[in-house]
């Protein structure tokens, strides 16, 4: 799973993020209901409006409880107790197979 963040996009809808994660709007709702991490603005209408920060750690989440298969609470309990370390050892994972992506490609190409 890769998001592309958009290069100068400051928020994005629930409706984007739900479609980058192939997952529904509920859940996301219901995952900020349940993670202090996750901090999206409320716009005038009341919808939620995601960072690019709320991104990261939406991946962090999606990554421990669907790829993972943590449960709610277990995903809480190890965001609380090593969230430093969680979120380094999630940065490097991305960026191996951001680099896996690339060599599988150049290799296609020869």
């Known amino acids: 799973m890769h998001i592309e963040l958009k290069e100068g996009k400051r928020y994005y809808s629930i409706g ?8 529904n709007a509920s859940l996301i709702r219901f995952w900020d209901s349940e993670f202090d ?3 999206p603005k409320k716009n005038a209408k009341g919808n939620r409006m995601f960072t690019s920060e709320d991104i ?7 990554h421990l409880v669907k790829e993972r298969g943590f ?8 965001l609380k107790e090593g969230q ?10 991305r960026k191996l197979e951001t680099i896996k992506t690339q060599l599988t490609e150049i290799k296609n190409e020869l």
């Open 16 to 23: 984007e993020v739900a479609k980058a994660f192939d997952v």
């Open 37 to 39: 991490i996750l901090k």
């Open 84 to 93: 430093k370390k969680t979120l380094d050892k999630f940065e490097i994972i």
């Open 71 to 78: 449960t709610l609470e277990g995903a809480k309990t190890h």
């Open 56 to 62: 990261t750690n939406l991946q962090l989440i999606y």
